[in-house]
């Protein structure tokens, strides 16, 4: 398996801009994570779905942030507008259950930086 | 939510033995304790868990006293690799709503 996949890598973009960040988990895990981190804040949790549903979005910064999973390949984490306080690095992780004793594998992160 | 208290950092020469202890002093019954570890650039990746006494794998062996309120992680004749961030969890199991969180880490610097 080729493990937790995020596009793109890197973001450039300026304030007020959407921003679209993607994240394939790995298959058959049914919990899907996505993260924050920053130098200030560390790493924070934004939402979470299981078998494509949210469940808990209370990390979720703001109405600008939003997070879809269409099928369980696939979810974006969207900004819109984008402002620069959001520049930080965004992961998403995946596992085959949600309770800690269930191993998250994470994505090698969306660094984003808002100009 | 049980919160954890680790160093901030801690630095080791390249073949030492290197513990880095967790505190967790409201740690509930349910709660299993984890450790993941993060390179620069990379997300985090789990190392080791365990609920009581000791658990070892390939990788490091995880102490955890009777009283379970804290638990240490122990990483055997660490190399230049082994520098990185290295976070304790507490969290619960299947039956809880709570979340995971990431405290701020214990960033280990290994020196040649």
């Known amino acids: 398996d080729a493990g937790v996949i995020q596009s793109p890598r890197h973001e450039v973009t300026e304030m007020g801009q959407e921003v679209t960040l993607r994240c394939k988990p790995i298959s058959g895990h049914d919990y899907l994570f996505w993260y924050r981190q920053t130098m200030m804040r560390g790493l924070e949790l934004l939402i979470y779905f299981n078998n494509n549903v949210p469940i808990d979005d209370s990390g979720m910064p703001e109405d600008r942030f939003s997070a879809k999973m269409p099928n369980a390949s696939f979810s974006t984490l969207k900004i819109q507008p984008s402002e620069p306080r959001d520049s930080a690095v965004y992961f998403c992780?995946?596992?085959?259950?949600?309770?800690?004793?269930?191993?998250?594998?994470f994505g090698p992160g969306t660094r984003l930086t808002v100009l | 939510l049980a919160k954890t208290t680790q160093p901030i950092s801690m630095d080791s020469y390249e073949g030492q033995e290197v513990n880095i202890t967790c505190s967790h002093n409201?740690?509930?019954?349910?709660?299993?304790i984890t450790w993941y570890q993060q390179f620069p650039s990379q997300g985090p990746r789990f190392i080791i868990q365990g609920y009581k006494t000791k658990v070892t794998n390939e990788v490091a062996s995880l102490f955890i006293p009777a009283d379970r309120k804290s638990s240490t992680l122990s990483l055997p004749r660490v190399s230049l690799s082994d520098t990185a961030v290295y976070y304790c969890l507490v969290g619960p199991g299947k039956s809880s709503g709570d979340k995971l969180t990431f405290g701020t880490g214990t960033r280990l610097a290994v020196r040649p």
């Open positions: 992780a995946s596992s085959l259950g949600k309770s800690s004793y269930n191993e998250q594998f």
């Open positions: 409201n740690i509930a019954t349910n709660d299993y």
